[in-house]
């Protein structure tokens, strides 16, 4: 067993250090500018100013654009479920023609760069006559929300599908011999014990929704989401508050990460 | 829904059918048939996943032989667009170009993933998931967050810079470190770099610590059990790694933008973002698109293959997801 003093393994700790830094900085760094008292981004840091907090609440449309966010990530969390656990299940326990071209297609969207598939939906909406912007102000876009839902439940599907890989299916079985039909059987017996994993990939489609772009870029209508507003603002000038508006996003983000993965442990430690 | 007790067997759902009525209600049979059953519950994932996946794909791929007349789109089927797109040396350059900008993205997530992910699976002894899962974290953490850091880091009135003129280096600030190719490889490489060590953490951490106890026991160092040993296993997980990295930088339009000034006019994605976009040429974009789509597709097939030769017993992951869960 090599020691943990001897030169190579300390080297490989140390690189590893410096890769985790290097990971990490860029973050630190604009969580901590955000507190910068200056409207300037540069060195060096001032910190002490929750100002730029303030700014962010009073931005109307930067407030409007993360409310168009949340609405969006719950409408594909919702698309993606409806979709994705048939879908789990279909992969799981059904066989048809296609249905190895079936998984292959709909990991598709997680696998390609996100431009492709932006392009060929905005295509699509564009042939089929579907505005960009209809269904506002109730959602951001129907394109856009359908489209995320298109991208994301792969997430779903492949978290799900996976969970039913692991599920004892005498357990069903159990449950039909002591004369339940086959719906008492699906809520309280397969239901919740696929439940963690189900919960789990809906907040990982929550996360990734709120943080898309590429797909989004080209399928918003009049109504910015929250990346794409920071995106615009990036684009004329920076100031902190955009540095705010990061931390919150990052907070939220790793927040959902956290409760993510308490599920996955929870349902592994079950087993 | 029918009521509790109805016949729960038919002859061809494989359980005994004792019960069965002579004349079963279409409900009943539609509940026990399993052709029935299987058309009823894909109905749904089947019909969205063509409807907005393979639909869209192929009408990519078909608006790519439209012709564009006078600035409006025509379904006339015609070859111009790839005519334009191999005739000419810039969209082939463009495509060498972001390829060498991914490469060059590849190899530097490589270097930097593959001791994070030895020193995870080998060293750490103790919250071991927990340091992975800080590893992955800036993955969900958004992509917008990452390009902009660098963005206020490499300014003329950046941090670097600010910081290289506060300790006496360097008397004005430089200015070639924002809007270059090496800003955007350099950003790239740090949104990336978690893809990259995703799977190759994964294969490292399933290798029994059985097979490296054997090669030393037969005098093997550490040099050579790594390279005889673990390299070799590893080997799956660095072609997915390095797949990811590729692909995804490949086809990565946003930080070019922000961080790669006039160069990122060069990327490829950004021409198809600025001929969908401002150029307004949907077909030679869609053309574009569907050379990207196509290089993408060999790239994933031929890394599917390698996986699939070296890897031993774990199942073939597909993406990135997969990955993502505390192992």
Known sequence: MPRRSDPLTAGLWISAGAVFAFIYAPLAIVILYSLHDSSIIAWPLKLGTLRWYGVLVHDTSMLAAGWASVKLAVLAVIIALAVGVPGAFVLDRYDFPGKGAFRRLVMLP?????????????SFFSFVGLSLSSGFPLVPGWPVVLGHGAALTSVIMTQVYARLQRFDRALEEASGDLYANEWQTFWRVTLPSIRPAVLGAALLVFTLSLDEIAVT????????????????????GITPEVNAAATVIFAVSLLTIVLWSRMIRDEKGRE | MPAEGSPAGAPGDGTP????????????????????????????????????LLVPYALLLIQSFWRLRNGTLTHELTTENYRRLFGTSLYPATILYSAGVALRVTVFSLLLAFPVAYVLAFKVRKHKTLLYMAVIIPLWVSYVVRAYAWKIILGQQGILNGLLMSMGIIRTPLTVLLYSTAAVVLALTHIYTPFTLMPIYAVLDAIPPALKEASQDLYANRWRTFIHVILPLSLPGVVAGCTFAFVLSMGDFLAPQLLGGNDSALMVSNLVWSLFGVAYNWP????????????????????????????????????????????
């Open chain 1, 110 to 122: 997680l696998i390609l760069p996100g431009i492709i598939t932006g392009v060929a939906l905005l």
């Open chain 1, 217 to 236: 870029f080209f399928l918003i209508g009049r109504q910015n989401t929250l990346p794409l507003q920071l995106w615009g603002l990036l684009r004329r």
């Open chain 2, 17 to 52: 059918a004792a019960g069965t009525p002579a004349r079963a209600t279409l409900v009943d049979r539609v509940r026990t048939n399993r052709r029935v059953k299987t058309l009823v519950a894909s109905a749904i994932p089947v019909t969205w996943v063509v409807v907005l």
């Open chain 2, 284 to 327: 030679l974009g869609a053309a574009v698109s569907v050379v990207m789509l196509a290089l993408t597709l060999v790239l994933l097939w031929v890394a599917g293959r390698v996986e699939a030769r070296g890897s031993y017993g774990g199942e073939a992951r597909a993406s990135v997801t997969d990955y993502a869960a505390p192992v």
